[in-house]
């Protein structure tokens, strides 16, 4: 089993091996003065400050394999070299020594730095500038009877490294082009993880250890479920090393604006102090299985899904807003919450809202209405799939907020553009009961043309939205809420300009294909809400949006203080 630990430098003893699948030390000055800028900024300040991870492995004998951390020892091992030649007595020698399989003089030239030798070896060349900028650094910072003192003062008591010792069946190669070569660092979980893993936990047995290295997995197996990943968040996989990031960092407290690249690891390092390892992995798996009982609950799963799918409430956040509350009170919070979401300011009114100015107000009130209506559906067997709203294909294309009936578009679009919109409105237009044959003739006419001009394209398109526009008066209605609802943003501008009639027909050929589409969007297209008599199938008229905006004002009315 690994050993992790925070170990104050000063306590960092031993004989360290670079071994020959290493390049070697290759820091600039601006990387060694920026270290000791690091360590020397926390003279007089009440906080510990904790160096990247140094990972070895253990050749027994106090001998030590360096994986990773290479740079930063050697620099360590010259501040104090530097020190103890220019500390008049009084400051130790290293209590480590840096040696080098293949670079054997190494070792001894890192210890005596002699400048006269700096061009005869490359890698004495880059330690010599290193010592040098270590000299320049102390000259400018005063007394070096107060300077050394302080900095070792420093070390011995507040600047830290992270000790990653692996197993000894480790492969070292490996894990070191895993480490350096593929630029993938050690990750706050493989940290964590180590913690309750170590070699020499005096609070919890080798049978204890092996059970959270099960439910370890298992918890990282199951938060490779999407449907339980993307109800708990918009970020992508992607965004973490593995999955159960996500749970400590909850845990943790960390934020997406934290540049502490280890604070998580930081957070459990310090709670191990205070309590039992055993008591931190439980309340570690309190918390999944908190989480786990939110999905699988579906009024809960509902409303804490619309809140982070809609970007109002992260899960930290909800996680916040749950702790010391009952069932019925955490209920209610979450109400009142979805109420705030969709909140209006004083004097504004649902029938103000317009595409132009309110896109996003929209977004959210659309998104709950699809939500709420699958969770108000009396079949507790259905259940909104925030896995496919967020990521709905292979193009990460999105649900956007669009027109239901086509609005002329600003975007000039391309050639291509125009004749795929002109195909699918000719078949729509042939569908029609009343004769059109005049304006596919027109269609006909300039599909046939190599190119043709882009105020061609828009004289014919004028007529044909014409066409598909309903004859029930002003079309104030247009960027209102009664003409919006989520539709598949893709690149093809032909599609989101289209018509009714040709929207519709693709929805009923994506719903064919057995592609997900947001439950009321759908039910709109296929005229679900309209119960007049006289339903027609090709525009969207006034009793179409009529009933669209009395089927939001229904399923939404507890969280709506008027109606749209």
Not at 145 to 164: G, H, T, V
Not at 247 to 255: C, P
Not at 512 to 534: D, H, N, Q, V, W
Request: some cysteine; aromatic content about 14%.
């Amino acid at each position: 089993m690994a050993v992790i630990d925070l170990k104050f430098v000063n306590n960092i003893a031993g004989n360290f091996v670079v071994p020959d699948y290493q390049r070697g030390y290759r820091w600039t000055e601006k990387e060694v003065n920026r270290l000791l800028e690091d360590v020397y900024n926390l003279v007089d300040k009440d906080k510990k400050y904790c160096l990247q991870p140094i990972v070895v492995k253990n050749l027994g004998e106090n001998n030590f394999e360096v994986i990773d951390g290479q740079q930063r020892l050697t620099t360590l091992f010259l501040i104090y070299n530097h020190m103890y030649k220019n500390g008049n007595g009084f400051i130790e020698p290293p209590k480590f020594s840096l040696s080098y399989d293949t670079r054997l003089k190494s070792k001894n030239f890192l210890a005596n730095i002699d400048f006269s030798q700096r061009e005869t070896n490359i890698d004495f060349w880059f330690m010599a500038n290193a010592y040098e900028t270590i000299e320049k650094w102390f000259s400018t910072k005063g007394p070096k009877s107060l300077i050394m003192p302080a900095m070792m003062k420093l070390f011995a008591e507040k600047i830290q490294i992270i000790w990653y010792e692996v197993d000894e069946s480790e492969n070292s190669a490996e894990l070191f082009k895993r480490l350096n070569i593929g630029k993938i660092p050690l990750t706050n979980a493989e940290l964590v993880k180590a913690m309750f893993l170590s070699r020499g936990n005096e609070n919890i047995d080798e049978r204890k250890q092996n059970e959270i290295a099960l439910q370890w997995d298992n918890l990282e197996k199951e938060l490779h479920n999407d449907s339980l990943w993307y109800f708990l968040t918009n970020n992508s996989p992607e965004d973490y090393q593995t999955r159960i990031d996500l749970v400590l960092d909850l845990i943790a407290g960390k934020n997406s604006n934290d540049k502490d690249e280890y604070a998580t690891f930081f957070y459990f390092d310090g709670l191990k102090a205070q309590e039992n390892l055993d008591k931190v992995w439980q309340r570690i798996r309190k918390t999944f299985l908190l989480l786990k009982d939110w999905h699988e609950h579906h009024h809960f799963y509902h409303q804490i899904g619309y809140l982070i799918a809609s970007g109002y409430k992260n899960l930290a956040a909800i996680y916040r807003e749950s702790q010391n509350k009952s069932l019925s009170e955490f209920s209610q919070r979450l109400k009142q919450l979805i109420k705030d979401s969709i909140k209006l300011t004083p004097g504004e009114s649902y029938s103000d809202w317009n595409y132009e100015n309110n896109r996003e107000q929209i977004r959210r009130l659309l998104l709950l209405f699809n939500v709420e209506s699958v969770r108000k559906n009396s079949n507790k067997a259905y259940w909104f799939p925030f896995d496919k709203f967020k990521f709905v294909d292979a193009q990460k294309a999105k649900w956007s907020l669009e027109h239901i009936h086509a609005v002329q578009s600003q975007d000039k679009g391309t050639q291509e553009n125009w004749r795929e919109w002109l195909r699918l409105h000719r078949n729509s237009l042939a569908a029609l009961a009343e004769d059109n044959s005049d304006l596919i003739a027109e269609i006909d006419k300039l599909l046939k043309l190599k190119n043709f001009q882009y105020n061609e394209f828009i004289k014919i398109q004028e007529k044909i939205i014409q066409k598909f526009s309903p004859s029930d008066g002003a079309e104030d209605y247009i960027n209102s809420i009664a003409n919006l609802a989520l539709i598949k943003c893709t690149e093809n501008s032909a599609l989101s300009n289209s018509t009714f009639d040709v929207k519709r027909n693709v929805i009923i050929e994506m719903d064919m294909r057995g592609e997900f589409i947001p439950f009321c969007t759908k039910l709109a297209f296929l005229k679900y809400y309209t119960k007049s008599e006289k339903n027609q199938l090709h525009f969207w008229s006034q009793i179409d949006r009529d009933a669209y905006v009395a089927a939001i004002n229904d399923t939404l009315k507890e969280y709506l203080p008027e109606k749209i």
